[in-house]
C-alpha cells in the first residue's frame, strides 16, 4: 500500500493520505469503513466516477449522447 504521512509545519505527523483506489480495495474488504466518510464525501466519489467514465470514452462515443 502506498501511503503518504501528512506533517505539520514542525515535522509532526498528523494525518495519512491513502490514495483513492487503494482506499476503495480496502472498503471493499472491510465494508465498515464506509462509515468513516461524510455523506458529501460518498457524492463526490460519485461525481468523479461519472467524470472519469466519461473521460474514459472515446471522442466519438460521446456524440451519441448528444444528437
Keep these: 500500500m502506498n501511503l503518504h504521512?501528512?506533517?505539520d509545519s514542525d515535522g509532526n505527523?498528523?494525518?495519512v493520505f491513502?490514495?483513492?483506489?487503494e482506499?476503495?480495495?480496502l472498503v471493499?474488504?472491510?465494508t465498515e469503513l464506509n462509515a468513516l466518510l461524510p455523506p458529501d464525501a460518498i457524492a463526490t466519489k460519485r461525481k468523479s466516477a461519472i467524470?472519469?467514465?466519461l473521460h474514459d470514452l472515446e471522442e466519438?462515443?460521446?456524440?451519441?449522447?448528444f444528437d
Excluded at 491513502?18 to 483506489?21: Q, S
Excluded at 466519438?60 to 449522447?65: G, H, P, T
Design 18 to 21: 491513502i490514495p483513492m483506489e
Design 51 to 53: 467524470t472519469k467514465s
Design 13 to 15: 505527523s498528523t494525518g
Design 60 to 65: 466519438e462515443a460521446l456524440f451519441k449522447y
Design 28 to 30: 471493499q474488504k472491510n
Design 23 to 25: 482506499w476503495a480495495k
Design 5 to 7: 504521512v501528512i506533517k
